[in-house]
């Protein structure tokens, strides 16, 4: 399962490397990438892109179960297809690639369990959540790279102010989702306490008066402890059983 998952996340990345690298030369952030300076061949890296996908494929098929396989699928058209497409024509691009981001996490569950059930449900929830403000801190302290390439994204669209107030209904949707697993019998006490603590020091980062006027600061503070927060997260839910 992980080895099958790596390839194919690997390869959903090539592929868009590949469509993006027009958008990446406009970009610091991406304008080295390989595609973007020829380091690399197109046809290179659409032939790498399509034996990390099928070998990728081809383990989940064989020693995982089909809803895995399925999983798996959808995981790489929402990224490569969908979010290939809707960062290019909406505000909601980001939204969108939550779903292929979400992935990964419900496919392990079902590679064991062999079933998508609630508990599926809530792990793809929870990780749709933590991604918004994720990628819309980048999208704050990226600003000038997103708007050079022409994307759509929500702080270009319509300002940082109202970005933050998303990343802030976000941040509130991804504690009362991580502790539904409590809620639900899924995660015991000790789970629920500590991603209580941390989401709330999450969002009091949010909210930090001393950050809140330097848009790339705050921007680069959230984005790094939405990283912490995943960190946590995975920890505690490796965990859980073994809790009280």
């Known amino acids: 399962m992980l080895g099958g998952v790596t390839l194919i996340i690997a390869s959903a990345c090539v592929f868009n490397n590949y469509l993006d690298r027009g958008i990446d030369k406009k970009m610091d952030r991406t304008k080295k ?3 973007v300076t020829g380091e690399i061949s197109v046809t290179a890296a659409i032939i790498y892109a399509c034996v990390l996908g099928v070998l990728g494929f081809w383990l989940l098929a064989a020693y995982t179960n089909a809803l895995t396989v399925v999983i798996g699928a959808i995981g790489i058209f929402s990224y490569v297809v969908l979010y290939g497409y809707y960062k290019r024509a909406s505000v909601h691009g ?4 939550s779903i292929s981001g979400s992935t990964s996490l419900v496919a392990g569950y079902c590679a064991v369990t062999g079933k998508f059930d609630l508990l599926a449900l809530l792990l793809f929830l929870i990780m749709a959540a933590w991604q918004m403000p994720h990628f819309y801190a980048i999208g704050i302290y990226r600003l000038k790279d997103y708007k050079e390439a022409g994307l759509p994204i929500l702080p270009a669209k319509r300002g940082i102010a109202a970005t933050k107030r998303q990343i802030l209904l976000y941040i509130v949707l991804f504690a009362l989702t991580a502790c539904s697993l409590t809620i639900f019998d899924y995660a015991g006490y000790l789970y629920l306490i500590v991603m209580l603590v941390v989401s709330g020091l999450w969002l009091r980062l949010a909210l930090n008066r001393s950050t809140i006027g330097d848009d790339v600061k705050w921007g680069k ?22 809790l009280p």
């Open 94 to 97: 980001t939204l969108i690639g």
């Open 33 to 35: 990438r390989a595609l």
């Open 221 to 242: 503070q959230i984005f790094g402890f939405s990283l912490l927060s995943l960190l946590v997260f995975c920890l505690m839910i490796s965990i859980a059983n073994y």
